[in-house]
């Protein structure tokens, strides 16, 4: 399984709200890329499909997500971020350590989250606490698909 390198990119534009008025948002977005350079290619490439008009990517920071849990439920369209503690015992002192990291899990609210970072853990080896579950901003994630796979090789060069 392929390392995920996150990006919150955020994105300006003017929105039509339910009232019908226009007004200017800033949106977070997670993109999977290797660069600030790619992340702001690909969130543009994104939101052309969902923007009609202009928007302006506005800042883009790398996110720290050691696991994406989404879902496939069309009402679990949320993102909360879960920190977790792996609690691990050291072979030669016995002693136990603990290491936090964080998750993202797709649900529609706080106890959907935890459960689907439940199902998402099954399996999992590692002794672990969850710490907090919260929710962010993030309106949508575009992990690293494998049809531009041409621009791979330039990556890596």
């Known amino acids: 399984m392929a390392m ?80 977790l503690i792996y609690i691990t015992l050291d072979k030669k002192s016995g002693a136990e350590r603990r290491q936090a990291v964080n998750v993202l899990v797709q649900a529609s609210d706080v106890d959907t989250a935890k459960k689907n970072l439940d199902k998402g853990m099954q399996g999992t080896m590692a002794s672990y606490q969850v710490e907090s579950v919260s929710e962010t901003k993030i309106m949508d994630v575009y992990p690293y698909t494998d049809q531009s796979s041409s621009n791979q090789s330039n990556a890596e060069a």
């Open 4 to 83: 995920h390198n996150w990006m919150e990119c955020k994105i300006r534009y003017e929105k039509v709200m339910d009232n019908g008025f226009n007004k200017k948002v800033t949106e977070p977005y997670l993109v999977d890329a290797l660069s600030f350079t790619e992340a702001e290619a690909r969130i543009i490439e994104e939101m052309t499909h969902y923007i009609t008009g202009e928007f302006t990517v506005v800042n883009i920071t790398p996110a720290k997500y050691s696991e994406l849990f989404p879902s496939d439920e069309e009402s679990e369209d949320r993102w909360f971020k879960c920190k």
